[in-house]
């Protein structure tokens, strides 16, 4: 391991780790105390909890991840190991159109006609190709919108794939 500076100083990443620890382990309690409809019938892998609770595990999980990674940081290089920032993390223009984004999907997209893979499909394909473009830097290779477009595409109609089958097939929820 390199000895540092690091992107944000491992004490940050520890107090952030110890966050989602929490988060986590909240949203696995709360899982575990919710009604498993066992007398109507219905079996572990019904229970509405069970989603939450694995979220809330993986959650939990990763934040250990990054507090274990901060510690091993913070060990080779100190607590206060961080490189200067010359820049702002996410820049407002980019947060704004994904929050517009977001909005949108979330507002005009699901439920209001479309149907819910169409409009998922839309959306990440839309988001892929702008974030794409976004991120280019200049003197990008000619045909890059075409391949851009096309991994946007394919992105967005398996994004749509699978969350349309996991949550009709798997879970048995009706999708708008």
């Known amino acids: ?21 929490a988060v986590g382990a909240a949203l696995v309690v709360a899982s575990w105390r919710m009604d498993r409809m066992t007398s109507q019938g219905a079996d572990l892998y019904t229970a509405p909890g069970l989603w939450p609770g694995v979220v809330g595990l993986v959650l939990a999980l990763l934040g250990g991840a990054l507090a274990w990674r901060s510690l091993r940081r913070a060990r080779a290089a100190g607590w206060h190991a961080a490189a200067p920032r ?43 190709f702008l974030f794409r473009r976004a991120n280019r830097r200049d003197g990008a290779a000619v045909g890059t919108d075409r391949r851009d477009a096309l991994l946007a595409l394919a992105c967005g109609v398996a994004t749509a794939a699978v969350v ?9 929820v009706r999708l708008p």
């Open 86 to 128: 010359t820049e702002e993390l996410v820049p407002a223009p980019r947060f704004a159109l994904a929050a517009g984004l977001f909005l949108v999907y979330a507002l005009l997209g699901v439920g209001r006609g479309l149907p819910y893979w169409l409009s998922t499909a839309l959306f990440v394909t839309v988001f892929v």
């Open 1 to 21: 391991m390199t000895g540092g500076p690091y992107p944000v100083a491992p004490r940050a990443d520890f107090n952030t780790a110890l966050a989602w620890v």
């Open 164 to 172: 349309t089958l996991a949550f009709e097939r798997l879970f048995l």
